[in-house]
Nanobody, 116 residues
């Protein structure tokens, strides 16, 4: 059974940091491209960051470049998203995604709220 379980969300003040984790099981993690998406209230889901199967290539949304860092741990079947200098506009549910050609898996999400 495929599972992607996100954790690490919560309430943080503007300028603060959070580290999200996504622990996976049930599929061949090492060959999958992994991503973090987010969906803010009333908005469409958007790509935040993506990392290649081996972890050598990363892509970031312009809005998070220089603030967020995605990482992939193939030994422990997990990815992380280090989020620094958080802004109220980063408030959203963050989802972990695994993709290999037409195979696409999603976690249930973790809520990040940036507010004073």
């Amino acid at each position: 059974q495929v599972q992607l379980v996100e954790s690490g969300g919560g309430l943080v003040q503007p300028g603060g940091s959070l580290r999200l984790s996504c622990v996976t099981s049930g599929f061949a993690f090492k060959i999958y491209m992994m991503s973090w998406y987010r969906q803010a209230p009333g908005k469409e889901r958007e790509l935040v960051a993506r990392i290649s199967s081996r972890g050598g290539d990363t892509t970031y949304a312009d809005s998070v470049k220089g603030r967020f860092t995605i990482s992939k741990d193939n030994a422990n079947n997990m990815i992380a998203l280090q989020m620094n200098s958080l802004e109220p506009e980063d408030t959203a549910v963050y989802y972990c995604n695994a993709q290999y050609y037409d195979l696409n898996y999603w976690g249930k999400g973790t809520l990040v709220t940036v507010s004073s």
